[in-house]
């Protein structure tokens, strides 16, 4: 069902730990659910709907990333291993974690986890291959590197290209790498449990480019906060079966066959939840926010705001509650006061008294400036 609604010719795109952190961050939002579930280009769907998304890492920037995650692997790993406090990288095992297909490298990947911990010896694994269940389906997620200590425990590896500059990098970045890397802890906990003698580290090494030039440092990035919240989070994602068994006859998100009319319409029958945020994050989120815009949403001033407003739905309810005009909520009309109308009224005559005291005060000034002039 999944693949009809991607279109039997098209190709699934794989979710990777970004977009699953991301969703995690909005697990309301269906449309988004569905959309990754199936694999459906949400990048082409955008732009075949006239919103496209104009953000992503730039060609430089991955170039970048590249060539700074290949320094830090050169030589069997010497940099990465001098960082996590190894000095002779031939006391390191790097197992060979090719197989054929995404199972059989997830297989190869445990079974390498498993060696190494019942060898007690330090090992590296390059690009190993994890697997996550997500709404019913399995998402296939590749970290940078896995470290297998001696004692058992296991510590994921993030290679980010942005800068570490004294000691610190910038808070947005070092956050969504948190994020990213407290998925791949969860996924590598399932593992784990299968495991004798494993524990996953609740720290990330995160190793970005010393200050301003391409020699590596590193810094653990404790994720536990990340951690609990992505994993409760994915907890509460609906099925995605159960999303996709809710849809009317004729839904389809085939972009190479259907008109930007009819992806309109299907994308339209998708539940969505938008919020600010997901102009971060989500392709189609410029797309939902222009349907969000047009009837007056309230979700466009953020979940905080929405959060306050209770039952007001819509901007044109909340400045009519203000203003007190007919047809408007009352505070207490049908029981208890509503707390938003109240605040909103009372927001509304502060405003209206500081506007008259501004005039006022103003109003002996402006005609002295005038008497000068």
């Known amino acids: ?25 909005n697990p309301g939002c269906r449309r988004r659910a569905l959309l990754d579930g199936a694999g459906v280009d949400k990048s082409a769907l955008a732009a075949k709907l006239g919103s496209p998304a104009p953000f992503g890492q730039s060609q430089f920037a991955i170039v970048r990333g590249n060539s700074f995650e290949a320094k830090v692997k050169a030589d069997g790993g010497r940099e990465l291993l001098r960082l996590i406090g190894v000095e002779e990288p031939g006391v390191v095992a790097v197992p060979e974690l090719t197989a054929a297909g995404p ?52 510590t994921v590896v993030e290679i980010k290209s942005f800068p570490m500059v004294d000691g610190a990098a910038d808070a947005s970045k070092v956050g969504a790498a948190a994020r990213q890397a407290a998925v791949y802890v969860l996924a ?59 849809l ?74 203000a203003r007190g005009e007919d047809g408007a909520p009352c505070p207490g009309a049908d029981g208890p006061p509503d707390p938003a109308v109240v605040a909103l009224r009372r927001a509304r005559a502060l405003r209206e008294e500081a506007l008259a005291t501004a005039r006022d005060t103003a109003g002996p000034a402006a005609a002295q400036t005038e008497g000068v002039l």
């Open 188 to 246: 590598l906990e399932r593992v784990a449990e299968r495991t004798p003698g494993a524990r996953v580290s609740p720290s990330v090494l995160l190793v970005c480019p010393k200050d301003f030039s391409n020699v590596p440092t590193a810094s653990l990035v404790d994720v536990r906060k990340q951690r609990a919240v992505t994993r409760r989070q994915l907890d509460r994602l609906t099925r995605i079966d159960e999303i996709a068994e809710a």
């Open 1 to 25: 069902m999944l693949a009809e609604l991607r279109g039997p010719a098209t190709a699934p795109r794989p979710l990777d730990a970004r977009a699953l952190a991301a969703l995690a961050a």
């Open 248 to 321: 009317p006859e004729g839904v389809s998100f085939d972009v190479a066959e259907r008109s930007a009319a009819e992806l309109a319409a299907s994308v339209e029958a998708v539940p969505h939840q938008y919020a600010p945020e997901c102009l971060a994050a989500c392709e189609l989120a410029f797309h939902c926010r222009s349907r969000a815009r047009e009837s007056g949403a309230v979700e466009t001033l953020g979940r905080a705001v929405r959060g306050e407003l209770g039952g007001l739905t819509t901007v044109g309810a909340v400045l009519a509650a």
């Open 103 to 154: 199972e059989g490298r997830v297989a190869r990947t445990a079974l390498a986890l498993r060696e190494a911990t019942g060898a007690g010896r330090w090992t590296l694994l390059d690009h190993p291959l994890l697997a996550l269940e997500v709404a019913g389906s399995p998402v296939y997620l590749e970290p940078d590197a896995v470290v297998v200590r001696p004692g058992g425990g296991w």
